[in-house]
């Protein structure tokens, strides 16, 4: 045997204590080290490199020959040795028709509030928004139920600016949805602030099994910081009250509610207490917001590295919970085990374009919510359909990985980032996002290590929390 080469970006080990839990990059997939890998990994992570020589010199009494064999045979099955440098790469393959099954409908860009750090380029009050007809929003659910033949279900998103300025169309909407669909199951969604709620509403989002997400930011303190009227003035007395009989008349599915974490606003602990524990939504999800370094409310590099903290803190929580059988209500931990557990292996970063698109308030196709009202170009209208090579061309030409991202452990789960982030910060849409790459793969790193201690303490949870029966119901659309 000659000498053996470490392709360290083939794989990730983590773990303590001998302990370690190994994700196979290329392929995703996950493996629990006995001692002997354990110790042979170590080894040529120590070295880089080893020989036969070298082997038998360490390992001689301590585990048997066959016991080394076995572990370095796996190893450059999978290689992460080889006699040399061994690269995985998937070739672009051409994505020549996309069958959405899911369709965002903006259907205004007015919001009654006043979010300083709001992303949308195209916001306004409600007083001078645009807003979609109902006969566009007609034509993009006709053009959803085409393109959708081959899915068993369909899913309507409902947004805005605030989509519940809109209410009687989404009412129209969602019968119509339901007439044309002839039967095929349609799930309907919207993400809200919760501040114009009515009982009414309410009651038509039980009947209809709406998939409800609240932005909403913590307690009086965190969630007035930035979540404010159009006159800036604190929300949280009006949603906190909206949310609580939400929560009670709403029960068909789980309630979400989704936290843009900004400057000042990073403790994320007492933030999930109160949210989850005191009002009692079912999920909830963190983000840190996306805008350029020079922006007063985007995180600064030292509460970047507090939230990443904080983040890995409730993790922790999760991960507790989850090795006595119960389910945390940590949505960005849940996720992170979905990924892992189901072998996540993307080639592009995200659904938008393959199974999801948007429509603007004029009928005009996007990537995704993101890109409605940008200067981004877009795919075609709800009257003419999608441009198809247009967009199987911008499909195509994403899935060519950064070469700085070949040889990323996180590149399976990451694939570059969110295409609307590297936009705004780079001007090009696939660009990778690499302010944020240590961010993702210590994030990475801290679930293979937790997916690993509830592996060996509770299996049976990934099969019951995590399986289809057991994810998250509430909208993933934000």
């Known amino acids: 045997m000659g000498s053996l080469l470490l392709q360290r970006q083939n794989y990730r080990a983590v773990g303590k204590g001998g302990q370690r839990t190994l994700l196979h990059v290329p392929t995703s997939s996950m493996f629990e080290l006995d001692k002997a890998a354990d110790s042979v990994l170590a080894l040529l992570e120590s070295k880089e490199s080893v020989d036969e020589r070298q082997l038998r010199q360490h390992f001689d009494g301590v585990f048997s020959p066959g016991e080394v064999c076995d572990s370095l045979i796996d190893f450059l099955s999978l290689g992460i040795v080889a006699d040399k440098r061994k690269d995985y790469s998937i070739a672009p393959r051409e994505i020549k028709r996309t069958p959405i099954n899911t369709l965002i409908l903006t259907l ?24 979609m007809e109902e006969e566009t929003a007609k ?16 899913n309507v998103v409902f947004f805005g600016g605030e989509p519940l300025t809109r209410f009687a169309s989404i009412c129209t909407l969602v019968e119509y949805t339901k ?50 009227t159009i006159a800036g003035k604190g929300t949280y007395q009006q949603v906190s009250s909206k949310v609580k009989r939400l929560l009670a008349g709403c029960t ?32 909830v999800g963190f983000a840190p917001v996306t805008a350029g370094s020079d922006a007063k409310f985007a995180l600064n590099a030292a509460e970047m590295r507090a939230t990443l903290e904080a983040l890995k803190a409730l993790g922790r929580e999760y991960t507790a ?100 982030e590297a936009y705004i910060t780079q001007g090009n849409a696939q660009s990778p996002t690499f302010s944020h790459c240590d961010f993702i793969r210590e994030w990475l790193d801290f679930g293979i290590e937790c997916y690993g201690e509830i592996m060996r303490a509770n299996p049976g949870f990934f099969t019951k929390q995590i399986s289809h029966g057991g994810k998250n119901e509430t909208s993933e659309t934000h």
Not at 252 to 270: F, I, M, W, Y
Not at 389 to 398: D, G, I, P, Q, V
């Open 108 to 131: 205004t860009t007015g919001c009654n509030l006043g979010c300083s750090y709001c992303y949308r380029e195209d916001l306004s009050t409600p007083r001078d928004a645009a807003v």
């Open 179 to 228: 007439a044309q669909a002839a039967g095929k199951p349609v799930d309907f969604t919207l993400t809200t602030n919760a501040s114009l709620l009515t009982d009414e509403m309410i009651a038509f989002f039980q009947e209809h099994r709406f998939g409800i997400s609240v932005s909403m930011d913590g307690d009086e303190l965190s969630h007035d910081r930035y979540r404010i």
């Open 321 to 420: 919970a989850a090795k006595r059988g119960f389910r945390h209500g940590f949505s960005n931990m849940q996720q992170l085990m979905q990924d892992l557990y189901s072998g996540t292996r993307k080639t592009l970063p995200c659904g938008a374009g393959v199974g999801l698109l948007a429509v603007g308030t004029e009928g005009q196709l996007a990537l995704c919510h993101r890109f409605t009202g940008t200067d981004f170009p877009g795919f075609g209208n709800v009257n003419t359909g999608i441009a198809r090579e247009e967009l199987s061309h911008f499909l195509t030409e994403a899935q060519q990985l950064h070469p700085v991202c070949q040889g990323c452990s996180a590149r399976s789960i990451c694939a570059g980032g969110c295409y609307h």
């Open 139 to 154: 034509l993009a659910i006709d053009l959803l139920l085409k393109e959708s033949a081959a899915h068993e279900r369909v």
């Open 252 to 283: 068909a599915r789980p309630v979400g509610a989704r936290v843009t974490l900004g400057s000042g606003n990073t403790d994320v602990a007492r933030i999930y207490r109160h949210l989850h524990d005191e009002l009692g939504f079912a999920e």
